[in-house]
């Protein structure tokens, strides 16, 4: 197995911050062995880099280090709205009551005296991130109560005056003569009101989406569909398609049509990320569960901020984007007991992973 597929596959990601390197070696070893994806950072200013790259799951934290200690580092981190909810564990030497009162007070979850014993930070790591886990769940399940209200009020107070504003303004453009100023004012009516009837439509669909269907489904012939579907797209932007592994028969279980709209909405993302062209690289392969799918584009690397945020509804890092198109593939991919993934970094552009199991 490959980095990249042991990183997707890892129980969660580590930091681990120590300014020993004997300790941060042994910490790192021990955990990447149980299955996490670990960063080692030997002060709190590479520790810093590192969360701004990438949020990591969980935090251990030493807290005598040179220039900014570890109370210094959590306090900090949990003053920023980006990193407060990252669970923080102190790692340390100092074992006074008033040592591990100062920690929980600058935001840590946890305190391990050194010398640890390897189960306990086995026990307290994994209790932790089945919290933050559990947490995250929670929030999405209270998101989404949201948005299902939402989607009342949207259907009910939004799209019908959209439509009737839309309706006059296409008809005012053709009662009003070509070259009247007048035309400008109501094309750009008629494009506003098209760009609200999209969000409205969205918003319903990712609310209102049906349970799958799972049967046994081939993902070379709904990723072929899809590329048909999007020929215009491509010709029109001069991006050549090239593909990998799809000699690929194995057969998933999945519903057809939702993956159809989950590969629609991730393949249109990378399509638009290229309009000037450049290449999509689609590659296939078998895993020992299942398929993993690899769409990458050649457009512009995307920040760090916006890759932590690119499956949230409503974020939307394209001007004419409603939101809801990653948000929606996230979604019926993950109901079907699958699992998607974004990176960007220069030289490599963007991928999007999808594993089917």
């Given at each position: 197995?490959?980095?990249?597929?042991?990183?997707?596959?890892?129980?969660?990601?580590?930091?681990?911050?120590?300014?020993?390197?004997?300790?941060?070696?042994?910490?790192?070893?021990?955990?990447?062995?149980?299955?996490?994806?670990?960063?080692?950072?030997?002060?709190s200013s590479l520790a810093l880099q590192s969360i701004q790259i990438s949020l990591p799951d969980l935090i251990l934290l030493d807290i005598r280090m040179p220039e900014m200690d570890g109370y210094e580092l959590c306090g900090y981190l949990k003053s920023d709205k980006r990193t407060r909810d990252i669970p923080v564990i102190f790692i340390s030497a100092l074992g006074e009551v008033i040592d591990k009162v100062r920690a929980f007070a600058a935001g840590g979850v946890d305190y391990i005296t050194k010398p640890f014993q390897f189960e306990e930070v086995l026990a307290r790591v994994g209790t932790h991130i089945a919290l933050r886990a559990a947490q995250q769940s929670l929030v999405q399940?209270?998101?989404?109560?949201?948005?299902?209200?939402?989607?009342?009020?949207?259907?009910?107070?939004?799209?019908?005056?959209?439509?009737?504003?839309?309706?006059?303004?296409?008809?005012?453009?053709?009662?009003?003569?070509?070259?009247?100023?007048?035309?400008?004012?109501?094309?750009?009516?008629?494009?506003?009101?098209?760009?609200?009837?999209?969000?409205?439509?969205?918003?319903?669909?990712?609310?209102?989406?049906?349970?799958?269907?799972?049967?046994?489904?081939?993902?070379?012939?709904?990723?072929?569909?899809?590329?048909?579907?999007?020929?215009?797209?491509?010709?029109?932007?001069?991006?050549?398609?090239?593909?990998?592994?799809?000699?690929?028969?194995?057969?998933?279980?999945?519903?057809?049509?939702?993956?159809?709209?989950?590969?629609?909405?991730?393949?249109?993302?990378?399509?638009?990320?290229?309009?000037?062209?450049?290449?999509?690289?689609?590659?296939?392969?078998?895993?020992?569960?299942?398929?993993?799918?690899?769409?990458?584009?050649?457009?512009?690397?995307?920040?760090?901020?916006?890759?932590?945020?690119?499956?949230?509804?409503?974020?939307?890092?394209?001007?004419?984007?409603?939101?809801?198109?990653?948000?929606?593939?996230?979604?019926?991919?993950?109901?079907?007991?699958?699992?998607?993934?974004?990176?960007?970094?220069?030289?490599?552009?963007?991928?999007?992973?999808?594993?089917?199991?």
């Amino acid at each position: 197995m490959n980095p990249e597929e042991e990183k997707s596959r890892a129980k969660g990601t580590i930091l681990v911050v120590d300014d020993n390197p004997s300790n941060l070696n042994l910490l790192s070893t021990l955990l990447r062995e149980n299955g996490y994806e670990v960063r080692p950072a030997i002060n709190s200013s590479l520790a810093l880099q590192s969360i701004q790259i990438s949020l990591p799951d969980l935090i251990l934290l030493d807290i005598r280090m040179p220039e900014m200690d570890g109370y210094e580092l959590c306090g900090y981190l949990k003053s920023d709205k980006r990193t407060r909810d990252i669970p923080v564990i102190f790692i340390s030497a100092l074992g006074e009551v008033i040592d591990k009162v100062r920690a929980f007070a600058a935001g840590g979850v946890d305190y391990i005296t050194k010398p640890f014993q390897f189960e306990e930070v086995l026990a307290r790591v994994g209790t932790h991130i089945a919290l933050r886990a559990a947490q995250q769940s929670l929030v999405q399940s209270e998101r989404l109560a949201a948005l299902g209200k939402l989607s009342q009020t949207v259907a009910h107070e939004v799209r019908n005056p959209v439509t009737v504003i839309g309706g006059f303004a296409r008809r005012a453009q053709k009662l009003i003569a070509e070259g009247d100023p007048t035309q400008k004012i109501l094309s750009v009516i008629v494009e506003e009101t098209e760009k609200l009837e999209r969000i409205v439509a969205d918003v319903e669909r990712y609310c209102r989406l049906r349970e799958p269907v799972l049967k046994p489904v081939h993902l070379v012939e709904i990723v072929d569909e899809v590329l048909l579907g999007l020929s215009d797209h491509l010709e029109r932007q001069g991006i050549d398609v090239q593909r990998s592994g799809f000699g690929e028969t194995r057969e998933i279980l999945g519903d057809e049509e939702l993956l159809e709209l989950a590969l629609h909405n991730v393949i249109l993302n990378a399509i638009d990320a290229m309009p000037k062209g450049g290449a999509l690289e689609l590659t296939l392969a078998s895993q020992s569960d299942g398929l993993l799918l690899s769409i990458r584009d050649t457009g512009p690397v995307i920040p760090p901020e916006v890759v932590q945020n690119v499956f949230e509804p409503f974020f939307a890092s394209k001007t004419r984007g409603s939101g809801f198109g990653l948000a929606l593939a996230r979604r019926i991919i993950e109901e079907q007991s699958g699992e998607i993934t974004l990176s960007s970094s220069p030289g490599s552009g963007t991928e999007v992973r999808i594993e089917m199991h």
